[in-house]
Nanobody
Framework: VQLVESGGGPVQPGGSLRLSCVAS????????MSWVRQTPGKGREFVSG????????SYRDSVKGRFTISRDNRKNTLYLQMNNLIPEDTALYYC????????????????????WGQGTQVTVSS
């Protein structure tokens, strides 16, 4: 299994970024996926998740209305469109694969995942 994130970088408050996560080594359409972020002070926190077919989606409250998760199962790719970014969004963003085929929960915890990408840094600063 390999998960490779990209799309992070520096951005000013109010700006936008689109993160991508290319997956390989497993049947992408069988598994729900999440975006998780980590900061030195807060540890890892769930950002957004999507079920295997893209029919169910959830977000943490602080990103609702600003972030949009999606997936393209033809391209084995997970996306996170981030708009109206604020400094509190600064973090290392990871994509994570659920360990159980077909499983989906609204608020997953870290135990749900068996593979993580290497992360892509997002820094929101003026």
């Amino acid at each position: 299994v390999q998960l490779v994130e990209s799309g992070g970088g520096p951005v000013q408050p109010g700006g936008s970024l689109r993160l991508s996560c290319v997956a390989s080594g497993f049947t992408f359409t069988d598994y729900a996926m999440s975006w998780v972020r980590q900061t030195p002070g807060k540890g890892r926190e769930f950002v957004s998740g999507i079920d295997n077919m893209g029919n169910s989606i959830s977000y943490r409250d602080s990103v609702k209305g600003r972030f949009t998760i999606s997936r393209d199962n033809r391209k084995n790719t997970l996306y996170l469109q981030m708009n109206n970014l604020i400094p509190e969004d600064t973090a290392l963003y990871y994509c994570a694969k659920y360990q159980t085929r077909g499983r989906w929960v609204q608020k997953p915890i870290s135990d749900e995942y068996d593979h993580w990408g290497q992360g892509t840094q997002v820094t929101v600063s003026s």
